[in-house]
Nanobody, 122 residues
Framework: QVQLVESGGGLVQAGGSLRLSCAAN????????MGWYRQAPGNQRELVAV???????NYADSLKGRFTISRDNAKNTVYLQMNSLKPEDTAVYYC????????????????WGQGTQVTVSS
């Protein structure tokens, strides 16, 4: 069983910055991919950014340049630095982690955090 603990959300004015953190706790041999998705009211959940253990990243094109994802493999923690925030960034941000639980089993499991609210005022 793995739990993702998110923090860092809140209310910020347009142009401001926030840093989200997500720590994966539980039975984890390898957190292969970690990242962030978001969902605004009336919209589908969409990719924000993901990062592999080796540091390879994938960003939503519209967010590249403003958002930066990073991770601490020793702590199984992923971060999202959000700069130059816009009102359209307002959404619930969900942490994601793909976990391999044991070295003897190749199967992996996807886990999701409960979500943290990010609100950007104009």
């Amino acid at each position: 069983q793995v739990q993702l603990v998110e923090s860092g959300g809140g209310l910020v004015q347009a142009g401001g910055s926030l840093r989200l953190s997500c720590a994966a706790n539980g039975t984890i041999f390898s957190a292969n991919v970690m990242g962030w998705y978001r969902q605004a009211p009336g919209n589908q959940r969409e990719l924000v950014a993901v990062i592999t253990r080796g540091g390879t990243t994938n960003y939503a094109d519209s967010l590249k340049g403003r958002f930066t994802i990073s991770r601490d493999n020793a702590k199984n923690t992923v971060y999202l630095q959000m700069n130059s925030l816009k009102p359209e960034d307002t959404a619930v941000y969900y942490c994601y982690c793909n976990v391999r639980a044991r070295p003897t089993i190749l199967a992996t499991t996807d886990y999701w955090g409960q979500g943290t609210q990010v609100t950007v005022s104009s």
